[in-house]
Structures are given as C-alpha cells and as structure tokens.
C-alpha cells in the first residue's frame, strides 16, 4: 500500500520543512512594511504567509511523528491539503511578493503530499 521510499520522502520533506520554516517565517515578518508600503492587503499578506509558514511546521511534525503509522496519514493528508489551499488563497494579497514567498511553501507542500499520497487508496475488502 504505502512504500518505503514514499515514507522516506515524506520524513525528508518533513525534515526540509522545519528547517526552512523558521527563516521563512522571519524573512515574512520583515518584508510587512515593505509590501504594506507597495500593495494594499501586502502587508497583511506577508503577515499571513508567516503564519502559513508556523502551520507547515505542525504539518511536518505531524508528519515525522506519523511517518510509519499508516494508518494516520488521512490526518498528514488532510493538513497537507489545507496548507496547499492557504498558499493558493495567499496570492490574493500578496500579487508580486507571491513570487518571493511562496515557492517554498508549495514545493514542500507537494514533496509531502506525495510522500504520504494524494489520496486513501482502499483495498476491495474496504469497498
């Protein structure tokens, strides 16, 4: 069902996330002058990528703490699904600050998603 090189995936995009979240989180924090200053909703769009970069970081946990319990990957589905939806609502405010701040979100959003799989898969006897 679940194969090891998909969990070893899903450990190092774990890993990879908690360590780009913080300097993510910081560098979001010191651009909201900046971008207030340029866009509308910029600043409070930067202020909102640094909390979408604190909730990664409880992705990725959940993550490394479920990598072999198959079982519970719904759950590291599921906030990997909604950590993808708030980068993606995030282009609204952010318009060209986007392009500096959510590359790394997405990219290791989408290396944990297909780490712990896209979808359930069920087996006959479930159907």
Not at 63 to 72: S, T
Request: charged letters at 15%; one cysteine or more.
């Amino acid at each position: 069902m679940n194969s090891k090189p998909k969990r070893i995936l899903l450990r190092i995009s774990s890993l990879l996330t908690l360590l780009a979240a913080l300097p993510m989180l910081l560098w979001c924090l010191n651009l909201i002058d900046n971008a207030a200053l340029d866009y509308t909703y910029a600043g409070a769009g930067c202020f909102a990528a640094g909390i979408a970069y604190i909730f990664s970081m409880v992705t990725a946990i959940a993550g490394l703490a479920f990598a072999e319990r198959l079982h519970r990957h719904h759950w590291c589905r599921t906030l990997g699904y909604i950590q993808l939806a708030a980068g993606v609502l995030l282009f609204v405010p952010l318009r060209s600050y986007a392009a500096l701040i959510l590359p790394p979100l997405f990219l290791l959003t989408i290396l944990y998603l297909f780490g712990v799989g896209w979808r359930e898969k069920r087996d006959s006897a479930q159907q």
